[in-house]
């Protein structure tokens, strides 16, 4: 199993997942919204924002969510946890939109993230995009558009995503939890 992808592949992995959703959602077929979940999601849809409007895909709302309060896990967040703000731009309803995260494992953040989405409206579709499909799904959730395939990846190990707008690199780490 591959460990280690520096930026050039993780920039090529962006760009791969950017051209797969235009082939789905060229220009023509009018308004996309692109709603990345808080942190990295949020980052890796700015990023393919950027891509899709550089090759004409102009009527394209932007949208940060932030899923804390609608996780099955809050209990064991702590008895404060950081709730940021959700903003998206443009009314989604009847308006396809693609969420973007950084990793898929078990399913439980997007599960979550479509339950945020939902207070905010009903899209005419909603697509995933991930940069890392690790395999071990809890949920039936599937992505529709994937940088990288590792579902190989030890039940005991992480897949970390660092991108330099929130890490001062572009990289995906795949190693083993630190156990306390």
Same mark, same amino acid.
Do not use: C
């Given at each position: 199993?591959r460990?280690?992808?520096?930026?050039a @592949?993780? +920039?090529?992995?962006i760009d @791969?997942? @950017?051209?797969?959703i235009l082939r789905t959602w060229?220009? =023509?077929?009018?308004?996309? $919204?692109?709603? +990345?979940?808080?942190? !990295?999601? =949020?980052?890796?849809?700015?990023?393919l $924002?950027?891509l899709?409007?550089e090759r004409?895909?102009? =009527?394209?709302? !932007? +949208?940060?969510?932030?899923?804390? %309060?609608?996780?099955?896990d809050?209990? *064991?967040?702590? /008895?404060? /946890?950081?709730?940021?703000? $959700?903003?998206?731009?443009?009314d989604?309803?009847?308006k396809p939109?693609?969420?973007?995260?950084?990793?898929?494992? $078990?399913?439980?953040?997007?599960?979550? @993230?479509l339950?945020?989405l939902?207070?905010f409206?009903? /899209?005419?579709?909603?697509?995933?995009a991930v %940069?890392?499909?690790r395999?071990g799904?809890?949920?039936?959730?599937?992505?529709?558009?994937?940088g990288?395939?590792?579902?190989?990846?030890p039940?005991?190990?992480?897949v970390k995503?660092k991108?330099?707008?929130?890490?001062?690199?572009d *990289?995906?780490v795949i190693?083993?939890?630190?156990?306390m």
């Amino acid at each position: 199993m591959r460990t280690h992808y520096d930026a050039a @592949a993780v +920039g090529r992995m962006i760009d @791969a997942l @950017a051209a797969d959703i235009l082939r789905t959602w060229p220009a =023509e077929r009018g308004p996309l $919204t692109v709603v +990345g979940i808080r942190t !990295r999601g =949020e980052v890796l849809a700015e990023r393919l $924002t950027k891509l899709l409007r550089e090759r004409g895909h102009r =009527e394209i709302a !932007r +949208g940060v969510l932030d899923i804390t %309060l609608h996780r099955d896990d809050l209990s *064991e967040i702590g /008895p404060r /946890p950081m709730v940021r703000p $959700t903003h998206i731009e443009s009314d989604i309803n009847g308006k396809p939109l693609i969420l973007v995260d950084d990793v898929l494992f $078990t399913g439980r953040t997007v599960r979550a @993230a479509l339950d945020a989405l939902a207070d905010f409206g009903r /899209p005419s579709a909603i697509r995933l995009a991930v %940069l890392v499909d690790r395999g071990g799904r809890e949920l039936p959730i599937q992505p529709d558009f994937v940088g990288l395939i590792q579902r190989d990846v030890p039940l005991t190990h992480r897949v970390k995503v660092k991108l330099v707008e929130r890490d001062d690199s572009d *990289e995906i780490v795949i190693d083993a939890r630190i156990s306390m």
